[in-house]
């Protein structure tokens, strides 16, 4: 059945009945006008301003001559104006694409040119690395720069001061059709064994995402807002579609950090008694040396999430001291599967602190065989999705989306089972899995021993080629103190990996290193790993 909308205007209906992100803002602001959005700085942005700024600099870009689902490529910190660039994109039906602004020059201006980029929003700082972009062929482009040190132009040329540029779109709302299942964002992964690829969501997707994460995190729609303290960056699908939009999507507040500096952060949780935190297990151990004597804590936190790594238990027992009444749980997720699409519940913080947790609620989650087939309860294979939260598929890479889309489940590469609750306990990245004497060897189950051992800050285990085992488990640690690394530190370690491990899984060799390769988000690159060991 189907209704009769003849002589309705498309728009009008449209404008009706979607379900889409720009949208999300536009509700928030109208109830929580004068609230505070986000904290950049000295500066507050309410939420009426910044969705009369994204109103703006949505009529702007669609000045320039932008069309439907064109790309505006972001090369930006966290900023308020990032936020507003993103929004201004999602209410102009426009693609909002995010740049790891970490990557090099040259593979900026691959993603640059697969996405076919016309348009570009970037902070001052980061024009430098368009240079090897617009040393090559390219489109005529529009460049926008945010910060007062902008220079005129950009190689040839002209470069637009934001501010500038927002002024010249009305700041009314703006009335154009965008569907549910257009595409929002691309994000692009990070390329760790390939060119990256660029992941395209949709509306619908990073909306049932936001508003589940919301749900699982606490965010409350009322009279009590949460206040998230954010450092982790907007480019990655973590700090946007898990942290930042679940809390402007309900009416709360985003103090944005663009560098982590534990002191600034713990005087931000201070000042501003913020109620959500999410870090990588190395930041909170940063957190708590920079606190020194924990004391009485900070109450104000009610959620204190981890992600990219594990947590040692005598770590978690310190973030519980410094954070007294949250609640410390873990996370995960992928670019190309909104997440977070498992998330621990608060009991299994203490009786399964080494799991993922379950599906969230708009999420559902198989394991299947490489046959194509759904395994049992507690059999190991491949984590596999479905639901909302599923990317539409990957930019200009139909061989990518056969592989992902295979049998009716969005393919995660995770290694993992389901226990008789349904919980997930991931092994290791496929990639990651060190075939070592015909043993299977999961890097993460080593790394959360090593990482627990006297002395050790952060691991990383990589399998590294043998001549006898085939792959030998070869551990890639950062001391707490370098000084106090000796001939017999190495011996230690393995000690330690033996009264906790099985034989197979004990590393043969432990290389100490000063700091891990890492990516913009805190992800060991195990691929520069492996490669320094061959060399």
Same mark, same amino acid.
């Given at each position: 059945?189907?209704?009769?909308?003849?002589?309705?205007?498309?728009?009008?209906?449209?404008?009706?009945?979607?379900?889409?992100?720009?949208?999300?803002?536009?509700?928030?602001?109208?109830?929580?006008?004068?609230?505070?959005?986000?904290?950049?700085?000295?500066?507050?942005?309410?939420?009426?301003?910044?969705?009369?700024?994204?109103?703006?600099?949505?009529?702007?870009?669609?000045?320039?001559?932008?069309?439907?689902?064109?790309?505006?490529?972001?090369?930006?910190?966290?900023?308020?104006?990032?936020?507003?660039?993103?929004?201004?994109?999602?209410?102009?039906?426009?693609?909002?694409?995010?740049?790891?602004?970490?990557?090099?020059?040259?593979?900026?201006?691959?993603?640059?040119?697969?996405?076919?980029?016309?348009?570009?929003?970037?902070?001052?700082?980061?024009?430098?690395?368009?240079?090897?972009?617009?040393?090559?062929?390219?489109?005529?482009?529009?460049?926008?720069?945010?910060?007062?040190?902008?220079?005129?132009?950009?190689?040839?040329?002209?470069?637009?001061?934001?501010?500038?540029?927002?002024?010249?779109?009305?700041?009314?709302?703006?009335?154009?059709?965008?569907?549910?299942?257009?595409?929002?964002?691309?994000?692009?992964?990070?390329?760790?064994?390939?060119?990256?690829?660029?992941?395209?969501?949709?509306?619908? #997707?990073?909306?049932?995402?936001?508003?589940?994460?919301?749900?699982?995190?606490?965010?409350?729609?009322?009279?009590?807002?949460?206040?998230?303290?954010?450092?982790?960056?907007?480019?990655?699908?973590?700090?946007?579609?898990?942290?930042?939009?679940?809390?402007?999507?309900?009416?709360?507040?985003?103090?944005?950090?663009?560098?982590?500096?534990?002191?600034?952060?713990?005087?931000?949780?201070?000042?501003?008694?913020?109620?959500?935190?999410?870090?990588?297990?190395?930041?909170?151990?940063?957190?708590?040396?920079?606190?020194?004597?924990?004391?009485?804590?900070?109450?104000?936190?009610?959620?204190?999430?981890?992600?990219?790594?594990?947590?040692?238990?005598?770590?978690?027992?310190?973030?519980?001291?410094?954070?007294?009444?949250?609640?410390?749980?873990?996370?995960?997720?992928?670019?190309?599967?909104?997440?977070?699409?498992?998330?621990?519940?608060?009991?299994?913080?203490?009786?399964?602190?080494?799991?993922?947790?379950?599906?969230?609620?708009?999420?559902?989650?198989?394991?299947?065989?490489?046959?194509?087939?759904?395994?049992?309860?507690?059999?190991?294979?491949?984590?596999?999705?479905?639901?909302?939260?599923?990317?539409?598929?990957?930019?200009?890479?139909?061989?990518?989306?056969?592989?992902?889309?295979?049998?009716?489940?969005?393919?995660?590469?995770?290694?993992?089972?389901?226990?008789?609750?349904?919980?997930?306990?991931?092994?290791?990245?496929?990639?990651?899995?060190?075939?070592?004497?015909?043993?299977?060897?999961?890097?993460?189950?080593?790394?959360?021993?090593?990482?627990?051992?006297?002395?050790?800050?952060?691991?990383?285990?990589?399998?590294?080629?043998?001549?006898?085992?085939?792959?030998?488990?070869?551990?890639?640690?950062?001391?707490?103190?370098?000084?106090?690394?000796?001939?017999?530190?190495?011996?230690?370690?393995?000690?330690?990996?033996?009264?906790?491990?099985?034989?197979?899984?004990?590393?043969?060799?432990?290389?100490?290193?000063? #700091?891990?390769?890492?990516?913009?988000?805190?992800?060991?690159?195990?691929?520069?790993?492996?490669?320094?060991?061959?060399?």
């Amino acid at each position: 059945m189907q209704p009769d909308l003849a002589g309705i205007p498309p728009v009008h209906v449209n404008l009706a009945t979607r379900a889409v992100v720009g949208d999300a803002l536009t509700r928030t602001a109208q109830m929580f006008g004068a609230r505070t959005a986000v904290v950049d700085g000295g500066r507050e942005v309410t939420y009426r301003e910044l969705d009369e700024t994204s109103n703006a600099l949505a009529h702007a870009l669609l000045d320039t001559g932008l069309t439907r689902q064109q790309p505006v490529a972001m090369l930006m910190r966290n900023t308020w104006q990032f936020v507003a660039t993103y929004f201004a994109c999602a209410k102009s039906a426009l693609v909002a694409m995010p740049v790891n602004i970490a990557l090099s020059p040259d593979d900026i201006a691959w993603i640059l040119r697969d996405a076919g980029v016309t348009t570009i929003v970037a902070d001052a700082a980061a024009l430098p690395l368009l240079e090897t972009f617009l040393a090559g062929e390219h489109p005529e482009l529009t460049v926008v720069a945010v910060g007062e040190s902008a220079p005129g132009t950009v190689g040839d040329l002209d470069v637009i001061d934001w501010d500038e540029f927002a002024a010249r779109g009305s700041r009314t709302a703006v009335e154009v059709i965008v569907e549910d299942r257009d595409t929002v964002q691309c994000l692009y992964t990070s390329g760790t064994t390939s060119r990256p690829k660029g992941v395209l969501v949709s509306h619908v #997707s990073v909306l049932v995402g936001g508003m589940t994460n919301a749900l699982q995190i606490g965010h409350s729609w009322g009279a009590d807002p949460s206040t998230l303290v954010n450092v982790l960056p907007l480019f990655h699908t973590t700090a946007l579609n898990t942290l930042v939009l679940p809390v402007l999507f309900t009416g709360g507040a985003v103090v944005l950090h663009a560098q982590f500096d534990p002191a600034a952060i713990l005087a931000d949780i201070e000042h501003h008694s913020a109620t959500h935190l999410m870090l990588l297990p190395i930041m909170y151990r940063a957190l708590i040396a920079a606190r020194g004597e924990i004391g009485a804590g900070l109450p104000s936190v009610r959620r204190a999430v981890y992600a990219m790594a594990p947590m040692p238990a005598e770590l978690l027992d310190q973030v519980d001291e410094l954070f007294p009444n949250a609640s410390v749980i873990l996370g995960s997720g992928q670019t190309e599967v909104v997440p977070a699409t498992v998330l621990q519940w608060e009991e299994h913080r203490h009786t399964k602190a080494n799991s993922w947790g379950p599906a969230t609620p708009t999420v559902r989650i198989g394991i299947m065989d490489s046959e194509g087939s759904l395994v049992p309860d507690g059999d190991t294979g491949e984590i596999v999705y479905r639901g909302p939260h599923v990317a539409s598929g990957y930019w200009n890479n139909p061989d990518a989306n056969r592989a992902a889309f295979a049998h009716g489940w969005f393919h995660s590469g995770d290694i993992g089972h389901l226990d008789d609750e349904q919980v997930v306990w991931f092994t290791d990245r496929l990639k990651d899995i060190i075939k070592s004497g015909g043993e299977n060897v999961s890097s993460v189950d080593v790394e959360r021993v090593v990482t627990s051992a006297p002395g050790v800050a952060e691991c990383s285990i990589v399998g590294v080629p043998d001549q006898r085992w085939g792959e030998a488990v070869c551990a890639v640690v950062v001391a707490n103190d370098p000084a106090a690394v000796d001939d017999e530190f190495a011996a230690r370690v393995i000690a330690h990996a033996k009264s906790n491990l099985a034989g197979f899984q004990v590393p043969k060799r432990v290389v100490v290193v000063d #700091s891990l390769p890492k990516t913009a988000t805190g992800k060991t690159r195990k691929h520069a790993l492996r490669a320094q060991l061959a060399n």
